[in-house]
């Protein structure tokens, strides 16, 4: 059992930047990729990127490649969402997952509560 429970989502203006964390409970995170998802309202969640075990592999989705940085530390139980230039598209929940590892939200068994992210223009 993994408890995920994420922070450092707020209000920013467009082109600002925030970063997000997530800690871990368990003793069994350094086996797991990690992730982050999104959700705007009315939409389906999303992957936005994801860090493998030892943190030596990342992936993006296209929109956020360049912009967003994914990071984890093993020794704190914690990963990292760092987010630059956003905007307001990207309004919604965001959300930490452990699992397997993928891109779709089958590949993650744990899942954190979410923590909201709103861009104004």
């Known amino acids: 059992q993994v408890l995920l429970v994420e922070s450092g989502g707020g209000l920013v203006q467009a082109g600002g930047s925030l970063r997000l964390a997530c800690v871990a409970s368990g003793h069994t995170f350094n086996s797991y990729t990690m992730a982050w998802f999104r959700q705007a309202p009315e939409k389906e969640r999303e992957f936005v990127a994801s860090i493998n075990w030892s943190g030596a592999n990342t992936a993006y989705a296209d929109s956020v490649r360049g912009r967003f940085a994914v990071s984890r530390d093993n020794a704190k139980n914690m990963v990292y969402l760092q987010m630059n230039n956003l905007r307001p598209d990207e309004t919604g929940v965001y959300y930490c997952?452990?699992?397997?590892?993928?891109?779709?939200?089958?590949?993650?068994?744990?899942w954190g509560q979410g923590t909201q992210v709103t861009v104004s223009s």
């Open positions: 997952a452990a699992g397997m590892g993928s891109t779709v939200v089958e590949g993650y068994a744990y």
